[in-house]
Every structure is written in structure tokens, then in C-alpha cells.
């Protein structure tokens, strides 16, 4: 498939399942917007996939999706380089042993899982209008598909538990986020999808430390991470899930959905459906964003 016509913006792109993708989306000609924390690691990133792909259309910006201000500065930075964006994938994720907050006083997981995601999203709509039929694909992980804990959406009770990782958590709530998402941008040219790309050996689960996972994981937790670097290395399988989600023909207009990493739609999570959870995260993500964002409009 030739993309030549296509600007892609990848979160989190700079290593990881995020930068396999962006490989794999250069390689069939895409402009490649990178956006990683680290600006030197961002520009290595983009000359490294140059080099490999031989597309010289990879570009790198630099920002902390967890922060509302880098957001915006992003999206405007974007909009002053770019007239069109066909296909964004919300891919940058994060983990940790306890709770923290980011400077704008939000829990990191549900910032970089959640918020960014409609945040970034809100925010470029207008180049994804302008580059309709465009698509938003955002990227779950991990054990999704828990039940969503109303008064613990931003870990105010519990970070971790016998079974229970907020990062699970946070990343079933995305979901929820996406689908109300996808109901509310229909009909404008923009579909919102959530795909699955599987476990491999990134930097973030490599940096994990045992205190990370839930109690009762704890004691295999050091044969887990001994093993994955071996058999979980190849992050190019992983990767196509979020390839495809941008590029197959066959999902053109299709939202609202949510796929596995073998491709195949699959049914959404009971929590997700529950109409009054979508409304809750969806009012939080418009309280949190209000000052970033202003008046919404889809």
C-alpha cells in the first residue's frame, strides 16, 4: 500500500511498540510525525527510521503527554507544519509502583492513558477534518477489560491490589473514553477505534520493577522479566496491530470498535458498555482539559 499522500503522528514513537509502528508506516511511504519526552531521542529516533526506511519524511516533536500545556503546544506546532492529518494513534503509555502527579495535579497513568488521548485528539480534530476520512486509533494494553471503580478513576484509593494494576484499570477506561468519543465526532469524516497490540519487551516494561505488579503476581514477577527480553523481543508483531488500524482498506468508516491483535473485532468489555461509566469519564476528561481545551465542539 502506497502512503504517500498520508501524514500519520504517533505518540510515545520514539522506541517501543510505538517506534516499530512508526517503521512500519514509513516504510510504505507515510509522512511520520514522532513525538517522544526526549528531544535528542526524538531526533535519533527520526534519523534512525530514515535511514532504515529511506523515507526522509520522518519528523520529530518533542513532548510530555502528560502535561496539558505540551499538548497544546504540540498541536499548534503540528498545525503550523502540517495543512492535513489522516491517522493519529494515542500509543504513549506508562507504569508505576506508586501513586504520582503530574504538574496538573492528575494521576500520570490516567494522564498518559486517558486524558491525553481526548485532550490530543480534541485538539487536532481540525487537521483530522481536513485530512478526512481520517482515522484516531487509540492503543489499550496490558489486561484491559476490569471493571471501571468510579471513585478510583484516578487511583485516589488503591494503585495496586491482589489482582488489580491502575494500569489495567486506566487502560479499560480509555476504552470507555474512546467509545463515547467515537458516538459524539460520527458522521464528521473522523472514526475513533481502540486496538490491542499484544505484550512485548519495550523500555516501559523493562524499567517496570516488581513493586509494580499486583500482589499476587509478585512472586513471578523476576522470572517474567528474565524471560520476556527473550521471547518477547520481536516488538514487529506487536507493531501491526496499530499498522493496520491505519492503513487497511477495509476499515474505512468503520468506529467505534475495538480489535484484538490477531485483527479481529471483538466485543467491548460490560464496563465500557455501561453508559454511566462513559458519561463519568467523559465528564472528568472535560473537567480536567476545560482550561486546555475552552468550549468543546465536535
Not at 182 to 195: C, F, Q, R
Request: glycine share 10%; aromatic share 6%; hydrophobic share 40%.
Amino acid at each position: 500500500m502506497d502512503l504517500s499522500e498520508k501524514t500519520v503522528l504517533i505518540t510515545g514513537s520514539t522506541g517501543g511498540i510505538g517506534g516499530e509502528t512508526a517503521r512500519g508506516l514509513a516504510r510504505l511511504g507515510a509522512r511520520v510525525l514522532l513525538v517522544g519526552r526526549d528531544q535528542g531521542r526524538a531526533l535519533d529516533a527520526a534519523a534512525r527510521i530514515t535511514r532504515d526506511t529511506g523515507n526522509d519524511r520522518v519528523e520529530a516533536f518533542t513532548a510530555d503527554v502528560t502535561r496539558l500545556a505540551d499538548l497544546r503546544d504540540l498541536a499548534e506546532r503540528v498545525g503550523e507544519r502540517h495543512d492535513a492529518l489522516h491517522v493519529l494513534i494515542n500509543n504513549a503509555g506508562t507504569a508505576g509502583a506508586r501513586r504520582e502527579l503530574t504538574p496538573d495535579g492528575v494521576e500520570t497513568m490516567f494522564a498518559a492513558h486517558v486524558l491525553a488521548p481526548f485532550t490530543l485528539t480534541h485538539l487536532l480534530l481540525p487537521l483530522l477534518r481536513a485530512g478526512a476520512p481520517a482515522r484516531v486509533v487509540n492503543v489499550t494494553g496490558g489486561i484491559p477489560g476490569g471493571p471501571i471503580d468510579l471513585a478510583n478513576l484516578q487511583a485516589e484509593r488503591r494503585l495496586l491490589g491482589w489482582t488489580f494494576s491502575h494500569y489495567n484499570h486506566t487502560k479499560t477506561i480509555q476504552m470507555a473514553m474512546s467509545h463515547r468519543f467515537a458516538e459524539l465526532v460520527g458522521g464528521t469524516g473522523v472514526t475513533v477505534n481502540v486496538v490491542y497490540p499484544g505484550h512485548g519487551s519495550t523500555p516501559m516494561n523493562r524499567a517496570m520493577t516488581v513493586r509494580s505488579f499486583p500482589y499476587v503476581y509478585r512472586p513471578i514477577a523476576p522470572l517474567v522479566k528474565l524471560l520476556a527480553p527473550i521471547f518477547m523481543a520481536d516488538l514487529t508483531k506487536p507493531a501491526r496491530s496499530g499498522i493496520r488500524m491505519a492503513t487497511d482498506p477495509a476499515l474505512e468508516g468503520v468506529t467505534g470498535a475495538y480489535f484484538g491483535q490477531d485483527g479481529r473485532r471483538r466485543p467491548w468489555p460490560s464496563s465500557v458498555l455501561d453508559e454511566r461509566v462513559r458519561d463519568r469519564v467523559w465528564a472528568l476528561c472535560e473537567e480536567l482539559s476545560a482550561r486546555t481545551l475552552g468550549h468543546l465542539s465536535h
